[in-house]
């Protein structure tokens, strides 16, 4: 009987194990600088000559980029769910944004629901965090930007999918938090305008359902957000229907 010959592992790729595990579970992200060398050695215990041979490892794989006299970074593509033409006509079209708010339905109850189960005080801490700057755009209305309350409102989603430590979930809403932002800009103004509880129904959303983590109930954090999510479809397509009736109305008095 033959035996193949045991292969011995290089410490390198247990280092490349190590940061592919920190890319994976969100702890390294795209675009992110890794810390340098020496320190990067010293915090994994190893020599810089192994940790060299691992971000060479990493850098043909596509998942680091390494700049010259600028250290090791993140690929920045790295989990990009649209390129940036796809991502302006899908910002153009109507359709598209009634796609993603029912894409979004589906996909953040579930972060909800498991960030309820799993979240750590770290997470709860980071959510906390999140929830308080979106609090602090509705209490100053005037003086705050769509811009700045859209990065706001889809920072907070983004800590409920860290929080739900599943990897699929959350790399596939980082990869959609630049659309998801500029469709958070996008509507607000026309929210507000068509109805006048739109802010507080929103404020009140949001709080029900950061609690609702918080306090680890699953289920209702699942309910609050596809609520949250039906409000919010169920007004822009008010909006939608008006913009028709008013352009409508336009038409046939010039007429």
């Not at 920190?22 to 320190?39: S, V």
């Not at 910002?91 to 894409?103: G, V």
């Not at 755009?137 to 860290?162: K, M, P, Q, T, W």
């Not at 699942?222 to 913009?243: A, F, G, W």
């Amino acid at each position: 009987m033959g035996f193949d010959q045991v292969r011995q592992r290089r410490l390198s790729d247990d280092i490349v194990e190590q940061l592919e595990r920190m890319i994976l579970e969100g702890t390294l992200r795209a675009g992110g600088r890794l810390p340098a060398e020496r320190a990067l050695a010293e915090q994994f215990g190893v020599s810089r000559p192994s940790l060299r041979e691992a971000i060479q490892k990493l850098t043909a794989k596509g998942l680091l980029v390494s700049r010259q006299g600028g250290g090791n970074y993140v690929a920045e593509n790295l989990g990009s769910t649209f390129s940036d033409p796809l991502m302006h006509l899908l910002e153009s079209s109507p359709e598209a944004q009634r796609d993603l708010l029912e894409f979004r339905h589906t996909l953040e109850a579930s972060c909800a629901y498991y960030a309820a189960i799993r979240a750590t005080d770290v997470d709860r801490l980071r959510l906390r965090e999140a929830f308080d700057a979106l609090q602090d755009c509705y209490s100053r209305v005037d003086e705050v930007s769509r811009a700045e309350e859209g990065a706001a409102d889809a920072n907070f989603h983004l800590a409920i999918a860290e929080a739900s430590h599943n990897a699929v979930l959350l790399h596939t809403i980082r990869g959609l938090f630049d659309l998801l932002r500029r469709n958070v800009v996008t509507n607000i103004g026309g929210m507000y305008k068509q109805r006048a509880e739109t802010r507080d129904m929103l404020i009140n959303q949001h709080r029900e359902l950061y609690l609702a983590i918080i306090e680890g109930r699953a289920d209702d954090a699942r309910e609050v957000s596809s609520r949250h999510l039906l409000y919010v479809q169920e007004v822009l397509e008010e909006v939608r229907q008006q913009v028709q009736r008013t352009a409508r109305a336009e038409r046939r008095n010039g007429i």
